[in-house]
């Protein structure tokens, strides 16, 4: 499949750099990198920017390599696919540090636009808004395919999560599809719908967007919110497994926090562990014309959770009590909207997955939110779950009771 993509040669610069690294006589000298050294040969740490830096908890960084920093990138693929993942051992796995999930995006949609350019990108009806920008930055012509299914908002359904989406015509609509034709898929949480494919809806997409040769695109945003974090990976090793050519973005600003730091990464799954490198050239290449290199302490910091046992644990552990929380307000929201109007049923609050619901809301409801209670949700009726608290969960439980009773 990536026969036809050309061999990255190196950067100039960044070449010199690792030669030089790697040359092993004592008396080198590096002259080549524009970076200050100090008299002794060291890079400098101004005391003023100490200072400020001590104030703010954080440390001054050398340049990362255009691909990001190894450990991360090493355990990245191992959380995203499985630590003993056959296609990771066999290096057939591009993996690339980001600046943050829309650096993954952008940098995966601009690899497949260079090299395949007559692709189209297809995204669920609807989605992130971004989505659409990023790859329409890149070239791409974006178009949707039917996903949420607004009927069902307030119907019963005997199955979790297994509701509120045009499957049918999801896969019919997939099924028209010409060969290397991109499809963005939500592994877990869909934002903005809060509405995810079950196990079976999955194996069924999939089975097409082999049977179809399409390209998987997966951006997980949310991996640990929607249940487990094996679980939420589910469609993105079973892409793996099938051997799709499955390009995975994913983020670290909601699970670990790492908003500013922009942190995240794009995984490229290749044939061949050749085809692997000739992707990840290309991709520093990219990375050195648009930013050079992705900042270091974000990369570092997760590394630093994900690499160690204890810390990584911890870290699983206390985005499940996030989850948990996430849970409780929506069962909270319920409870107060169905005591106050029994008659209707708002159990789609409690289904929907991860940080967001797709409420239902009117724009004229969202606005009366808006200017009368001063409850803030976006024109769509998307709503963050996250935003609730003990303290407001009440207030907004009512307002909503109120607008909907309209
Ligand atoms: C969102 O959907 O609100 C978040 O992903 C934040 C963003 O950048 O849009």
Redo the contacts with the bound molecule.
């Keep these: 499949m990536y026969q036809h993509v050309e061999a990255y040669a190196g950067d100039p610069i960044l070449s010199l750099v690792e030669t030089f690294k790697q040359d092993p006589r004592p008396n080198k000298i590096n002259l080549s990198i524009g970076i200050y050294f100090d008299n002794e040969g060291k890079m400098p740490l101004p005391e003023s920017v100490r200072v400020a830096s001590e104030r703010l908890g954080i440390k001054t960084q050398a340049y990362l390599p255009m691909e990001g920093h190894a450990g991360f990138r090493e355990q990245l693929g191992q959380l995203m696919l499985g630590a003993d993942n056959p296609a990771l051992q066999a290096k057939r796995v591009a993996v690339v540090q980001t600046l943050g999930g829309?650096g993954a995006l952008r940098l995966g949609a601009d690899f497949i636009h260079r090299w395949f350019p007559n692709a189209k990108l297809h995204v669920s009806d609807p989605t992130?808004d971004?989505h659409r920008g990023i790859f329409m930055g890149a070239g791409f012509t974006v178009q949707t395919y039917p996903y949420y299914d607004a009927a069902t908002i307030g119907v019963k359904f005997d199955e979790m999560c297994a509701y509120g989406v045009k499957f049918d015509e999801m896969c019919a609509y997939l099924q028209g599809l010409p060969e290397n034709d991109v499809v963005l898929l939500h592994p877990c949480c869909h934002?903005?719908t809060g509405v995810d494919l079950s196990v079976e809806q999955w194996d069924t997409v999939l089975k097409i967007v082999a049977e179809r040769k399409l390209i998987p695109f997966m951006d997980i945003?949310y991996m640990g919110f929607g249940d487990t974090f094996d679980s939420d990976a589910y469609a993105i090793r079973r892409a793996v497994d099938l051997n799709l050519p499955v390009f995975a973005s994913c983020s670290f600003s909601k699970n670990m926090s790492l908003y500013g730091q922009r942190t995240g990464g794009l995984l490229v799954l290749a044939p061949t562990a050749d085809e692997a490198e000739l992707i990840l050239g290309q991709m520093k290449l990219t990375v050195r014309r648009m930013y050079s290199s992705p900042p270091a302490q974000g990369g570092l910091t997760a590394y630093n959770v994900l690499s160690d046992a204890d810390l990584s644990a911890q870290w699983q552990n206390e985005v499940y009590e996030m989850r948990d929380r996430i849970r409780a307000m929506r069962q909270k929201l319920y409870d107060v909207l169905s005591a106050r109007q029994p008659e209707k049923d708002y159990s789609y609050f409690i289904r929907q997955r991860g940080m967001f619901s797709y409420t239902g809301l009117s724009v004229a409801q969202v606005h009366r939110l808006r200017d009368e209670f001063a409850i803030y949700v976006l024109d769509t009726g998307r709503l963050?779950i996250a935003g609730l608290n003990d303290s407001n969960i009440d207030t907004v439980a009512n307002a909503l009771a109120t607008v909907f009773a309209e």
Excluded: K, Y
Aim: glycine share 0%; hydrophobic share 30%.
């Design positions: 829309s992130w971004n934002n903005p945003a963050c």
